[in-house]
């Protein structure tokens, strides 16, 4: 289900209305990296100086210039985590454009939805968010104590709490706020493998620019199919 709900994803980036949604989350991932970036890069050279006397060296004047050009480096690792609140922020934002995209093509027959209102998708995008940050900044100390099963441990968080975000986004727009819930609670484990999906490549600059948008079409997908097979399931 989920690697079908993939490769339709896939199938669809050709599509005027998706490629537009598209192009328009890459952008603003793009301008939100370039802006932390000349924050950070304004940081530093506010707070290190243009020269500095060491012991035994004597005059250094070329850290600043280092640590300016290391910054670009440290953004694309930055990038790395950055993504996943960029990720979460862009559900409230995109997840309708993406779905009635997926819709239209693909579940041509559904019956319109009523639109979620602006003041419950600023409120269910801010409080993910804050989720989101709080989790990872607890598991940013964690990756200093379990070595080289750090990206396991971040794909793993970040699944789960993806998973549960954008499932929960997309499944509102059909069953409500607590429909999606009992629909969630019985699938915990497709939920949390979906998410993984979004996780891992959210951790490869570059590629991670993309996610978030593939990511709402997946999860339009998966909600759809586990809404058409609630009957047979019964």
């Not at 949604?21 to 707070?47: D, R, T």
């Not at 600043?64 to 930055?78: K, P, Y």
């Not at 100390?141 to 099963?149: A, Q, S």
């Amino acid at each position: 289900m989920i690697l079908t709900a993939f490769l339709k994803t896939l199938g669809q980036i050709g599509d005027r209305a998706f490629r537009r949604v598209l192009f328009l989350g890459v952008g603003l991932s793009v301008l939100l990296l370039a802006a932390i970036y000349a924050a950070i890069f304004f940081l530093i050279g506010w707070l290190v100086p243009d020269s500095f006397t060491l012991p035994w060296i004597g005059e250094v004047n070329w850290v600043d210039e280092i640590l300016s050009g290391a910054s670009f480096l440290l953004m694309i690792v930055m990038s790395v985590f950055l993504m996943v609140p960029v990720a979460s922020a862009f559900t409230g934002i995109f997840l309708d454009d993406v779905a009635e995209a997926v819709e239209a093509r693909h579940y041509p027959t559904l019956p319109p939805v009523a639109p979620i209102p602006v003041f419950d998708q600023i409120r269910d995008s801010l409080g993910f968010l804050g989720v989101v940050l709080a989790v990872n900044l607890v598991a940013l100390v964690l990756y200093f104590f379990v070595g080289p099963f750090a990206p396991f441990l971040f794909w793993a968080v970040n699944g789960f709490l993806l998973g549960r975000e954008y499932f929960q986004m997309a499944a509102m727009r059909r069953l409500g706020r607590q429909g999606a819930r009992d629909l969630r609670s019985r699938h915990g484990a497709t939920i949390f493998l979906a998410g993984l999906l979004m996780a891992v490549p959210l951790s490869l600059p570059l590629v991670n620019l993309v996610i978030p948008i593939l990511g709402a079409a997946v999860f339009t997908h998966l909600v759809n199919r586990l809404i058409a097979a609630r009957p047979a399931a019964a």
